[in-house]
């Protein structure tokens, strides 16, 4: 049904509607097909849209706007919402899910889909709903009904989250405890894996017969098996648990801000043996063991939502603590609140906040613009609980008022996304404050040397700002955590006492332009993010200094390496013990240095093979060292090599196992790519190189002139998993491209102008997505007589004489783009299949375009486009293409 291009001819709109009670697994589904390797391919754009109880088309539209346009949408007006969508779905390909559909009125319905008519034929909604009603007036393919498991199923799902990988076979008393369990989990697959969750690890029999024996299953008012989950918990996983309440329904949350959160609200135990940071983060983990949160793989896995029946749990344990606001009332002793933006908040929303005095939370949420002044200047005052305070994407926040600094219990500051220009003196007596987030704010270019004064300071965000440099006083900040720069563009330096703070743990310092680094950062040796290293000069950082960072994770980037001078130096830094580190790119400076020099060091700079990502830049070294490309990097995913002018060959990337990203890019040196690039040994003929690539690019190659096959072994052939293949100014690549490509779904060719292709020989897969030809490279368009193709690009081939077989031929082609062609070709009466749905012509002023009556069997072609083209064109019937929706001509 996903897939499937049967009722592709229809001009409905197709939708597949999941049906079934909450717990069942709708949205586990949906988030299975919509993640699906094959339908990332499929579908030119994806979004998810989370719809809920409360039914507001123009918030569910706001939110498809958001997710499949590349600008920022502001309008409060439905319609200039409705036409964008349908300019953002004009003639993609795309896949939409609306999850949790509730609003049983046809016409909003009706009101909603209306736009997604100008997406393209073969584009699927996926709804799920527990409503039968919604059911019936969504679906155009029958309805996917859940039902609910069976105990066996019930059983197996709390089996594998209370035992993992151990099994249960060692307990069988446990056994027959759980099946028990099991049976009163009314065939729900979340009651099984949150009470899985709640026994996890747990052998105790007592403790398993406590839960069957529980009270709490003849509760019918929220899932019973949630209720026992919550009860078992300790108490401050209970208040962090209920706490979160305090977000809307299905809300997304990132795991880093509910733990500052939990932080300032005093929800965690401190402990003497770990940060408060740490503590925060098993309390989460905690929390998503137990299945009581969970990650949104759909939209990104570090967004956090709950479940909307463990929302309703939370709702119900948090009691008057916690609000959302919405339409009800607010009870007058809420600590914790939060509210939906709107374009423009008034004073009006607020009226009730002046009641509110134990208000600790001011939490607003999603998308807004400007906010009235009497907030920050008339409300905020008066709410001296506060702990936390949210003002960001309010634009018109330009300054904050003297009294701010009467908020001394304030720990959480958020004014990121604002165009606050300076923080006014009083901001920094709030002594408590332990969280500051300045990101965004393009119109700070500075900070005052009081910042020193907010020494309970643990996390302070500047990233993405106009700040030049940090005030002399950020060394006094010694509780200080986090401390995040990334994309100040304009920052020239560190603090040269950097090294004060002792506490640091994460500097995020990428996309900078600084330069280097003050030699006092070796100091901080308990850091676990850095991610950039800079090289001095002479007196300036050693590379060797590197090894003063045991504890180092996540991305490091180590820059200016031709200021390495000793190769020894490299090898002090031991990387290949940094076991943490999954993404690393060494970059050198573009001018040459010592080639040998360059060799040792690259050497000596050998990472941990449990690395996922490498870059190497600016290498101007004559070869590779042995350890790239070494079979034993069985971690590595994505590898770029990129301007390493001075190789004369590549590495045998093909014996990494596990690689799925190859980009090859400016190695002007390289004529020959062969034996070498897919094993290193002889005796490899038995071996399959690059087994799992998906991506392989080759970009600039000025003197690339062979890409000879891979001497292997009857099945052996290499890349049985590429699905794109890119090919981009190789101007002297000559000859075949690999043979046997059976997975290829996209290709891209540009500036390969003695590229050619024998079709007989090749062994693609039968069905190419799309495939793009520019600036050279006609002699490939002959691929496509033996392939079908479902999207074509030609552009700037003005040695082309003709158009390709497959195009006169075959019946699987639905877009062809025609663009700065010089020749002269000619589209005749039977010159294209009937399957096209799409045809532009653009620049081409010599193509014929020949067209009479015969050309109404085009009765799938929607859209034509012919500009300064098709000079011999004088004029043509309208009717000459019953399909068509959209004409240009200019």
């Known amino acids: 049904m996903l897939l499937s291009d049967v009722d592709a001819k229809s001009n409905n709109i197709e939708v597949i509607t999941i049906l079934g009670m909450g717990g069942l697994g709708k949205t586990t589904l949906a988030q299975y097909l919509y993640n699906d390797s094959k339908v990332q391919n499929h579908f030119d754009l994806k979004a998810w849209v989370w719809v809920s109880d409360v039914y507001d088309v123009f918030k569910v539209t706001k939110q498809i706007v958001d997710s499949v346009s590349s600008k920022d949408c502001n309008s409060t007006n439905p319609d200039v919402l409705r036409v964008e969508l349908k300019n953002s779905l004009k003639d993609k390909n795309f896949l939409l899910v609306l999850d949790d559909l509730w609003n049983e009125e046809y016409n909003d319905w009706n009101q909603l889909i209306t736009p997604f008519t100008s997406g393209k034929k073969g584009s699927r909604i996926i709804v799920t709903t527990r409503q039968p009603e919604v059911a019936k007036f969504t679906h155009t393919f029958p309805i996917y009904k859940l039902e609910s498991l069976p105990e066996e199923d019930c059983w197996r799902i709390l089996a594998n989250h209370a035992f993992g990988n151990e099994g249960y076979d060692q307990y069988p008393r446990l056994e027959k405890i759980g099946r028990q369990i099991a049976s009163k989990c009314a065939g729900l697959p979340l009651a099984a894996k949150t009470l899985g969750g709640l026994l996890r690890s747990d052998v105790d029999e007592k403790e398993w017969k406590r839960v069957l024996d529980s009270k709490l299953w003849v509760h019918k008012d929220v899932l019973p098996a949630l209720r026992i989950s919550y009860l078992h918990l300790p108490a401050h996983l209970k208040r962090c648990f209920a706490y979160c309440s305090i977000f809307p329904k299905q809300h997304l949350w990132d795991r880093e801000d509910l733990i500052l959160l939990w932080m300032a609200e005093g929800l965690l135990q401190p402990s003497s043996e770990k940060e408060l940071e740490l503590v925060g983060s098993d309390c989460f983990n905690e929390l998503l063991s137990r299945s009581l949160i969970q990650r949104d793989k759909a939209v990104s896995k570090d967004k956090i939502r709950m479940h909307d029946l463990v929302y309703d749990l939370a709702r119900l344990v948090s009691g008057k ?205 308990d850091l676990r993010t850095l991610t950039s290293f800079i090289v001095g000069k002479e007196d300036g950082l050693r590379i060797s ?205 540009a500036g390969c102008n003695q590229l050619e292709a024998k079709s007989c020989d090749v062994q693609w897969n039968t069905s190419i997505g799309g495939m793009s030809v520019r600036e050279g490279g006609e002699g490939l368009l002959s691929l496509l007589d033996n392939l079908s193709c479902r999207q074509l690009s030609i552009e700037k081939c003005d040695s082309l004489q003709c158009l390709p077989r497959m195009i006169l031929n075959a019946n699987c082609l639905q877009y062809l783009n025609l663009t700065d062609i010089e020749s002269s070709i000619s589209l005749t009466t039977d010159g294209l299949p009937t399957s096209l749905q799409s045809l532009s012509i653009s620049n081409c002023e010599k193509l014929e375009f020949v067209c009479d009556e015969s050309w109404q069997k085009y009765t799938s072609l929607e859209d034509l486009v012919i500009f300064m083209s098709c000079d011999s064109l004088m004029s043509f019937p309208l009717d000459c293409f019953p399909a068509l929706r959209c004409l240009q001509i200019s």
């Open 545 to 749: 200094e590197l090894r003063k960072f045991p504890y180092l994770q996540g991305k490091l980037s180590i820059l200016k390496l031709h200021n390495v001078f000793d190769p020894s130096d490299a090898f002090q830094a031991n990387l290949k013990n940094k076991e943490q580190i999954e993404e690393l790119m060494l970059k050198w400076d573009s001018d040459p240095q010592d080639s040998q020099v360059e060799k040792d060091v690259l050497d000596n700079l050998q990472p941990s093979t449990m690395l996922k990502k490498l870059s190497i830049i600016y290498y101007n070294g004559t070869s590779f060292p042995n350890w790239l490309g070494d079979s034993s990097y069985c971690n590595v995913q994505v590898l770029c090599i990129s301007v390493c002018n001075y190789c004369l060959s590549l590495p045998p990337f093909g014996q990494l196992p596990s690689l799925k990203e190859l980009v090859i890019r400016r190695m002007k040196m390289v004529k020959t790519v062969g034996q070498e690039f897919y094993c290193s040994s002889a005796s490899c003929q038995s071996f399959q190189p690059f087994p799992l690539l998906e991506s392989l690019e080759f970009e600039e190659m000025s003197e690339w002139e062979e890409w000879l096959p891979f001497e292997g072994e009857g099945s052996n052939f290499p890349f049985p998993c590429l699905k794109r293949l890119r090919l981009s100014e190789c101007p002297l690549l000559r000859g075949n491209l690999p043979s046997r490509l059976p997975s290829l779904q996209k290709v891209d060719i």
């Open 321 to 525: 603590r916690s609000h959302c606001l919405d339409c009800s009332e607010i009870p007058k002793n809420v600590r914790h609140l939060s509210f939906y933006r709107n374009f423009y908040d008034v004073s009006e929303k607020f009226e009730s906040f002046y009641e509110l005095k134990c208000l600790r939370t001011f939490l607003p949420l999603g998308w807004g613009l400007c906010i009235t002044r009497k907030v920050p200047q008339d409300l905020l005052p008066k709410l001296k609980c506060l702990r936390v305070l949210s003002l960001s994407n309010y634009k018109n926040i330009t300054e904050l008022p003297d009294s701010i600094g009467m908020l001394v219990l304030l720990r959480y500051l958020d004014l990121s996304s604002t165009s606050i220009k300076r923080l006014p003196d009083a901001t920094f007596n709030l002594y408590n404050l332990q969280t500051l987030k300045l990101s965004y704010c393009r119109y700070l270019v500075e900070l005052s040397d009081s910042l020193g004064m907010l020494v309970l300071l643990r996390h302070l965000d500047l990233s993405s700002n106009s700040i030049k440099r940090l005030p002399d006083a950020t060394s006094k900040l010694y509780n200080l955590q986090t401390l995040k720069l990334s994309n100040c563009k304009s920052l020239v330096e560190l603090p040269a006492q950097i090294g004060n703070l002792v506490n640091l743990r994460h500097l995020d310092i990428s996309d900078t332009n600084l330069t280097e680094m003050p030699t006092q950062i070796c100091r901080l040796q």
